[in-house]
């Protein structure tokens, strides 16, 4: 990022957060999104040195403006904002129009989580409602937080991407091709939209539909930013994205007492129901990515895809950067 004049503050920001990504098992944000960042800065519609600044604000809200920023930036600094605010007077919600790509929404959620407080994070995205994905994290006790993150899609579109790289198809019911038909490949999947959580009609897929519908009137709608289809599409880069995030941090100390224990406490008794097979134990939102950061840490290091490799390896020669050996 820093070889297409991104400040190393800034740049440090995003390579914590497409780390964090895989380390936790979501590939989908991790590295697999790098060229799309280093593509906005190449072509000039991401202010790479950007600095969010406060539009207005109140004692426990705030509308703030990232000024084209980074997206991990711009949530970095909205996410801060609603922490103190939380801390000050039991709430703090803060929106951000003015935006990019900010990564995985959890990353944020846990930032808060890890100072006690519960966490919403949510960003749209483009083509009238893909994927706006919505995050949250509840504090457990001893750093056993209830982390959910996910798309209000299906899936998310990076999985498609990953799917592409990998050179596989993907399963039946994510997506449909640009004539709405329904496809398992993926480079027609990724050239056209992902359904909604759930599905079709028959499999509730207009509850995923409104739960998209939510996030963009949490970030779009109430921060008076583009929303829907009125958004850039993704693969295009001749316009900023201009994308919103929404941030609503609460701190349970401000309720009843005791928060963290009964959060571990109804974590417990879901992973110890009898699992419908053994050898797959009932799991919450965050056990999966702590059985990935596990399993790092295990074997040393990330295990990348030799495909995402090799792409990576193309991306540094074309920026001429030589990558640091292990």
Same mark, same amino acid.
């Given at each position: 990022?820093?070889?297409?004049?991104?400040?190393?503050?800034?740049?440090?920001?995003?390579?914590?957060?497409?780390?964090?990504?895989?380390?936790? *098992?979501?590939?989908?944000?991790?590295?697999?999104?790098?060229?799309?960042?280093?593509?906005?800065?190449?072509?000039?519609?991401?202010?790479?040195?950007?600095?969010?600044?406060?539009?207005?604000?109140?004692?426990? +809200?705030?509308?703030?403006?990232?000024?084209?920023?980074?997206?991990?930036?711009?949530?970095?600094?909205?996410?801060?904002?609603?922490? @103190?605010?939380?801390?000050?007077?039991?709430? #703090?919600? &803060?929106?951000?129009?003015?935006?990019?790509?900010?990564?995985?929404?959890?990353?944020?959620?846990?930032?808060?989580? /890890? !100072? *006690?407080?519960?966490?919403?994070?949510?960003?749209?995205?483009?083509?009238?409602?893909?994927?706006?994905?919505?995050?949250?994290?509840?504090?457990?006790?001893?750093?056993?937080?209830?982390?959910?993150?996910?798309?209000?899609?299906?899936?998310?579109?990076?999985? &498609?991407?990953?799917?592409?790289?990998? *050179?596989?198809?993907?399963?039946?019911?994510?997506?449909?091709?640009?004539?709405?038909? %329904?496809?398992?490949?993926?480079?027609?999947?990724?050239?056209?939209?992902?359904? %909604?959580?759930?599905?079709?009609?028959?499999?509730?897929?207009?509850? #995923?539909?409104?739960?998209?519908?939510?996030?963009?009137?949490?970030?779009?709608?109430? +921060?008076?930013?583009?929303?829907?289809?009125?958004?850039?599409?993704?693969?295009? +880069?001749?316009?900023?994205?201009?994308?919103? !995030?929404?941030?609503?941090?609460?701190?349970?100390?401000?309720?009843?007492?005791?928060?963290?224990?009964?959060?571990?406490?109804?974590?417990?008794?879901?992973?110890?129901?009898?699992? $419908?097979?053994?050898?797959?134990?009932?799991?919450?939102?965050?056990? %999966?990515?702590?059985?990935?950061?596990?399993?790092? $840490? @295990?074997?040393?290091?990330?295990?990348?895809?030799?495909? !995402?490799?090799?792409?990576?390896? /193309?991306?540094? /020669?074309?920026?001429?950067? +030589?990558?640091? @050996?292990?």
């Amino acid at each position: 990022m820093t070889s297409v004049a991104t400040p190393t503050l800034q740049a440090s920001a995003l390579a914590d957060l497409l780390v964090a990504a895989d380390l936790r *098992g979501h590939f989908t944000h991790g590295l697999n999104r790098l060229e799309m960042y280093v593509n906005d800065m190449v072509k000039k519609v991401c202010a790479g040195d950007a600095t969010p600044v406060i539009i207005k604000e109140s004692v426990s +809200t705030a509308l703030v403006d990232g000024k084209n920023g980074l997206g991990p930036v711009v949530g970095n600094f909205c996410m801060d904002l609603a922490i @103190q605010k939380a801390k000050q007077t039991g709430v #703090g919600w &803060v929106c951000a129009k003015g935006s990019n790509h900010y990564g995985i929404a959890g990353w944020y959620a846990m930032t808060a989580s /890890k !100072q *006690g407080l519960m966490v919403e994070s949510s960003l749209n995205s483009d083509c009238a409602i893909r994927t706006n994905p919505i995050a949250l994290a509840a504090p457990g006790e001893k750093g056993d937080d209830f982390v959910l993150d996910m798309a209000t899609s299906v899936v998310s579109g990076g999985k &498609v991407e990953v799917a592409c790289v990998k *050179g596989e198809d993907v399963p039946a019911g994510w997506a449909l091709d640009r004539d709405g038909a %329904p496809t398992t490949n993926a480079e027609r999947a990724l050239d056209g939209y992902l359904l %909604p959580l759930g599905g079709d009609e028959t499999h509730s897929g207009y509850k #995923g539909f409104g739960l998209g519908m939510m996030v963009e009137i949490f970030c779009g709608i109430l +921060t008076g930013a583009p929303y829907g289809s009125n958004i850039r599409d993704w693969t295009r +880069t001749d316009r900023p994205a201009d994308l919103s !995030q929404c941030f609503v941090a609460v701190d349970p100390s401000f309720f009843a007492p005791g928060f963290e224990g009964r959060m571990t406490d109804l974590m417990n008794h879901c992973r110890n129901m009898e699992p $419908e097979a053994p050898q797959k134990p009932v799991l919450v939102a965050g056990d %999966p990515e702590r059985l990935h950061m596990r399993k790092v $840490e @295990q074997e040393g290091g990330i295990t990348y895809h030799i495909n !995402q490799i090799n792409n990576l390896w /193309k991306l540094a /020669k074309y920026l001429d950067v +030589t990558p640091l @050996q292990p």
